[in-house]
């Protein structure tokens, strides 16, 4: 059972992750598309705010990797729960991040100067993510 909770909670915490950034970033490349009927002189202003939820996916990774070497029998459950947090809040934060990037590309779009506030406010939902994979890459060393 322990090696099941394992194996369940490394492919939530890479796979969740990584829906949220395909969602998020597909949310910010919609609105690109969009703007880019508006105002096609801003692209790379749209592409640099759609590539941001991107991130959630890569630091989803880099906690799979960290926990790859861990042992299955023993650390199953625990295993599980850092895979199942780090994904949600990975994918939530994705989502919402994507959300905030189309609402700055489409101001963009519209003629406002918005791209560096859009990205502050975008690096506020990463943050959780940020936090998700510390803890993740500390929960090891309290464990043992």
């Known amino acids: 059972m322990n090696l099941i909770l394992g194996y ?3 492919g939530l915490m890479l796979g969740l992750s990584g829906i949220g950034s395909s969602i998020g ?3 910010a490349g919609n609105a690109a598309e969009a703007a880019l009927k508006k105002n096609p002189e801003k692209s790379s202003s749209y592409m640099i705010l759609s590539a941001l ?3 959630q996916g890569l630091y989803g990774f880099v906690a799979f990797i960290m926990w790859l070497s861990k042992d299955f029998a023993t650390d199953g ?5 850092v895979g199942l947090a780090v994904g949600l809040v990975c994918m939530i934060s994705a989502i ?3 959300q905030v990037c189309a609402n700055g590309i489409n101001g963009i779009a519209q003629g406002h100067d918005v791209q560096t506030n859009t990205m502050i406010y975008a690096a506020l939902p990463e ?3 940020i ?3 510390v803890a993740a890459l500390m929960i090891p060393t309290l464990v043992a």
């Open 127 to 129: 943050f959780y993510a």
């Open 77 to 81: 459950p625990i295993l599980f729960g």
């Open 96 to 98: 919402r991040q994507g």
């Open 8 to 10: 369940l909670g490394l």
């Open 53 to 55: 939820p991107a991130t």
């Open 25 to 27: 970033t597909t949310i």
């Open 131 to 133: 936090l998700a994979l």
